[in-house]
């Protein structure tokens, strides 16, 4: 066989073969292609969302309410306080929680989740409580009220954080901040909430 000849075999084998390919990818392309796009899209935030528990919803709910909270309350600081680390105290809050507010209404709204647009009725009655208080008497029932509801914030995060779901590292990544709020608001308690230095900042 000449090597023209041979060329020409191997031509013609080499196009049976693209041509065999492409039939069985063509057959094929509805079944391989399928999965995959499938598995990109659960890869997503609004994908993993619809495989969130309640629990991990309610938790995310709870979550905005409590920044929602914060904010407020750290406003509410600036305004009332008296001693200048209860005023600072309250600017970290607000812009802390605030910041951590904008995050959970993003993944909210990825995970397909209606956040909430006010504090729970509970958090409210905190606010109007604090709200009527004015100097030293403010300074100390909202440092009080600071260390209880940053407590049980890092309970409920460290909680989280120990989950399978999508909030976990969100969750985890919360807890050192919360941690810091914690340490300033009891500074706060145990000096009285005297005007002094230090403890507050971040």
Known sequence: MSRKTMLAVGLTAAMALGVTAAQAQTSTAPNTM????????????????QKASKADQRFLKEAIEGDLSEVKIGQLAQQNGESQDVKQFGQTLQQDHGQHLQQAQQMAQQMGVTPPTQPTAKQTKVYDRLSKEHG??????????????????????????????????F???TVPTLQKHLQSAE???????????GGMSK
């Open 187 to 197: 500074a706060l308690t145990n000096r009285g909430a005297a005007t002094g230095s």
């Open 171 to 173: 969750a985890q990544q």
């Open 34 to 49: 399928s999965p995959p796009a499938m598995n990109n899209s659960s890869a997503t935030a609004p994908a993993a969302a």
């Open 136 to 169: 030293a008497k403010f300074d100390k029932a909202f440092a009080q009220a600071m260390v209880k509801d940053h407590k049980q914030d890092i309970a409920a995060y460290e909680k989280q954080a120990k989950s399978k779901g999508p909030l976990a590292s």
